[in-house]
């Protein structure tokens, strides 16, 4: 990975231009925004570390690894967890690295949809409108997701304080909602403020981390030897341990999600053509660094390990187990403020892909969701949509934990079917790719390919039935959920977005679109 400032060069106005050649100018922000068509509407205050912050707290490896390790512990056991943890991780950087590269090249809060409709050669529109509603989902659903994970961590522990508590499906659900309403609270107050809060979240993560990882290593008196890195447990029913091994490798799929973060605040970050690729790529590698040493401290620290993996919350368990009631929920308390962090980076960066998605005409009401607001400069109308959505997802866990599950596991599929697609496109226009500022140079080609093709295997283990025998409870409605995703989508385009959505809009000449800047 390289980053160059290349001399200035001519520049041909071609099919899938949409921006300037990289040249010195294209460290100009405003300047690379005008050149894309679009004025200046929001607030630039976010540096490279909160650029790389916002990525960082969304991926969450506290809150990743604490919601999904006990499906690792029968899927694979610890040889899974470790290894698996490291080879997904290494996989995924390919996939940011690429990512990393599209988004130094068009640095704007539409991130995907709008990079995909640049770099198609033809059906632009197509390509814009189902990456833009890919996206939607797959962050609504991230958002309402996380929200509903805090909301069981919190019952937990109230569980471990008052023991009479029992949690139901009601009170989660009700949980989940004041939090997902408290947290579009804080996205309405400014953009300062959510820099702020992501400023705090990475430390929160990073000595939260040591913290947990430091307990774990100090107070037991013995720990598992070096060897049991290589256990391997398969309880997911099916007979097959290479498919049970595989499915195994979701658990650090389902963590590093979220990083096109980084992407959607670039019309709020200095310097973006630079800071918005570097802040994908260091959130994914430092979370593969810090994620790993939290995972060994937990494996290691197992005890009975039937006895764990079958309990409610497995990693609880473990805190419990090595460390005492008292000092587990304390833990306990930084996991939750994981993933309180987590949920509010997730809603922002859903609510900059609606704005963007809306002044491009995407969306219903589209006249609604790309206002700014003229006193905090955020869009504040963006923000409640994405709350209004993140909450319709999480009102079926009223009636049924299986729907809400169906619902929000398009989450990941969604998301890493929207990181593809212009991947994919730039892999297919070659040498005729307009690089940024930051880019793989002859790398390239050969890193977008491997990121394309663990999307693809990727995505099919998240649609493959994940526990044995399948039942209503135990079937994986991620399929069926994509499907309905990618049939009104399709609906929609044939029926009426095909007439008036070509993709990415320009308003202008960039000295035009430069007198319509918000000062």
Known sequence: MTERIPAPRARARGAHSGRPQADPSALDDDATLH?????????????????????????????????????????????????????????????????????????????????????????????????????????VGGTAATGYAAATFIQAFVALQWPSYR??????????????????????????????????????????????????????????????????A?????????????????????????FDGSFHMSEETVRATVNAPKGITRAIGYSAVTGLILMLALVYSIRDYDDVASAAAPPVQILIDVLGLGTAKVMLLIVIGSMLFCGLANLTSNTRQIFAFSR??????SRWWHSVSPRTRTPVKAVWLAVACSLALVLPGWWSHTAFTAIVSVNVVGLFLA??????????????????????????????????????????????????PITVDSFNYAPIALAVVLLVATIWWFTTARRHFQG????????????????
């Open 35 to 139: 050149a894309m068509g679009y004025p200046r509407k929001l607030t630039r205050r976010f540096q490279a570390f909160d650029n790389f912050a916002i990525s960082f707290t969304i991926i969450n490896i506290i809150s990743g690894i604490f919601s999904s390790f006990g499906f690792g512990m029968n899927a694979g056991g610890p040889r899974i967890l470790v290894f698996g943890w490291i080879g997904v991780s290494v996989m995924v950087l390919f996939v940011g690295a690429a990512m990393a590269e599209v988004a130094s090249a068009y640095p704007t809060s539409g991130a995907l949809y709008f990079s995909a409709g640049k770099l198609a050669k033809r059906h632009k529109g197509a390509w814009s409108w189902y990456t833009g509603w890919l996206n939607f989902v797959g962050q």
């Open 419 to 468: 990181y593809a697609v212009p991947i994919l496109l730039r892999l297919r226009l070659g040498a005729e790719f307009q690089a940024g500022p930051w880019h793989l140079g002859r790398w390239g080609r050969p890193v977008g390919v491997v990121a394309v093709t663990w999307i693809a295997l990727s995505s099919v283990l998240f649609m493959l039935p994940q526990a044995s």
């Open 360 to 365: 491009d005409g995407a969306m219903p009401g």
């Open 504 to 519: 990415p809009v320009s308003y202008g000449h960039p000295d035009e679109v430069a007198a319509m800047d918000l000062i």
């Open 234 to 258: 398969n309880n997911t029913g099916f007979t097959s341990g290479l498919y049970g091994g595989m499915l195994g490798l979701l658990v650090t799929s389902w963590t590093f999600t979220g």
């Open 167 to 232: 949690p139901t499906a009601h009170q989660t659900v009700l949980i989940t909602a004041l939090i997902i309403v408290l947290q579009g609270l804080a996205n309405t107050y400014t953009v300062q403020l959510v820099a702020v809060l992501n400023r705090i979240s990475v430390w929160w993560l990073l000595i939260g981390m040591v913290v947990i990882v430091t307990a774990l290593v100090a107070v037991p008196d013995h720990h598992r030897p070096a060897s049991f890195v290589t256990h391997f």
